[in-house]
Every structure is written in structure tokens, then in C-alpha cells.
Antibody, heavy 113, light 110 residues
């Protein structure tokens, strides 16, 4: 069974950092683009970043460029999102997504003082 | 303001057919495939339609997708109470170099 399990969310002060992780299982992780998508409270879906199978290409939404870094470890079947300089508007549920198909259950990030 | 435009709400009675539209531009829908997602209350989104008109295994054939030019649509026939959810369209945007979503359509089954 294909599974994506996010972790690492929590409450952080503005300007702080968090590292999200996504553990993948049930498929050949290294064969897929991987994506982070977020959803602010009571809002719609927003693509955050994606990364090619070998990590050679990465794309980010403008609002997180220079603050967030997507990475992956194919040996560990894991996807990461390093989030620095967090702002209140980054508060959201963050989903790990396999090639815009299979979604994890999400991890909640709250940025507040 | 979302790059793709969807109606904020739609409704229908059980058994009816409902369509949800998604409007974009030449840099997104006009040149790329469209995915549709269903998000039931309190849950993660689920892929409903991929490549504009393909259904993943397990998705009932009551759900269908189409694309024409810079617009796409999702049709739900034989509406059921369990179809009450938020629906989102998404596609790649060549100008933004990223995925873009519609604002979502809340479907109510009356």
C-alpha cells in the first residue's frame, strides 16, 4: 500500500524554523517527483515546492523562495521541507504529495507568538 | 486570488448531474493536463481525475473530466450525499514554473 506520512509540524514563533519530513512507503520513491502542498485554515490548496526524482530540479512558489528548501533522500525514502524565516501567513496544514497524485494526511504548522 | 477560476459553490439534488468549471489561460490549462481533487470535510485531498479525463482505479465512473482550450470541467452524475465536498482543479503553469490550483468549489447535495 502506498503511504506518505508527514511529521515535524508544530507551533513556532515568527522568524523561527521548522523541518518537515515525509516518510514514503509502498512504492519506488526514487521514481517520482515529490511535492509539498499547503492549506491555510479555511482556505484553498496552495502548491509550495516540488523536486525531481534525483533532486536535480526544484521549484518553489514565489512567497517561499529564499526561505524554504525542499530536499529528498532516496536511500531513506524521505522528503523534507526546511522552513526558515517563518511568518504568520505560513500557518497551514502541509501535505506531502507523490507526483500530484497520492497525498499524505498532512502535518500542521502554526506560526504565532 | 487563484490563478485558476472556479465557482465558489455548486449544488444539486440526489441523482442530478452537476458540472464544475475551471478557467485558466494559455500558460496553464491551455498547454497542460488538468487534475481534479476531492476533499471531504476534515480529510486530505484525494485525486479524482488526472490527465484531464482519466479516473484512478477506485473512482466511480459517475465522475468525469474534460478539457477544451483554456477551460476544464468536472461532471458528477447520479449525485449522492457522500459527494458533498470541496473540489479543486490543478495544473502546471509554464509561466510561473509551478503548479496552480483553483480556489475550490464547495458542492452541496440538497
Amino acid at each position: 500500500e502506498v503511504q506518505l506520512v508527514e511529521s515535524g509540524g508544530g507551533l513556532v514563533q515568527p522568524g523561527g524554523s521548522l523541518r518537515l519530513s515525509c516518510a514514503a512507503s509502498g512504492f519506488n520513491f526514487s521514481s517520482y517527483w515529490m511535492v509539498w502542498v499547503r492549506q491555510a485554515p479555511e482556505k484553498g490548496l496552495e502548491w509550495v515546492a516540488n523536486i525531481k526524482q534525483d533532486g536535480s530540479e526544484k521549484y518553489y512558489v514565489d512567497s517561499v523562495k529564499g526561505r524554504f528548501t525542499i530536499s529528498r533522500d532516496n536511500a531513506k525514502n524521505s522528503l523534507y521541507l526546511q522552513m526558515n524565516g517563518l511568518r504568520a501567513e505560513d500557518t497551514a496544514v502541509y501535505y506531502c504529495v507523490r507526483a500530484m497524485g497520492v497525498w499524505g494526511q498532512g502535518t500542521t504548522v502554526t506560526v504565532s507568538s | 486570488q487563484s490563478v485558476l477560476s472556479q465557482p465558489p459553490s455548486a449544488s444539486g439534488t440526489p441523482g442530478q448531474r452537476v458540472t464544475i468549471s475551471c478557467s485558466g489561460s494559455s500558460s496553464n490549462i491551455g498547454s497542460n493536463i488538468v487534475n481534479w481533487y476531492q476533499q471531504l470535510p476534515g480529510t486530505a485531498p484525494k485525486l479524482l481525475i488526472y490527465s484531464s479525463n482519466q479516473r484512478p482505479s477506485g473512482v466511480p465512473d459517475r465522475f468525469s473530466g474534460s478539457k477544451s482550450g483554456t477551460s476544464a470541467s468536472l461532471a458528477i452524475s447520479g449525485l449522492q450525499s457522500e459527494d458533498e465536498a470541496d473540489y479543486y482543479c490543478a495544473t502546471w503553469d509554464d509561466s510561473l514554473n509551478g503548479w496552480v490550483f483553483g480556489g475550490g468549489t464547495k458542492l452541496t447535495v440538497l
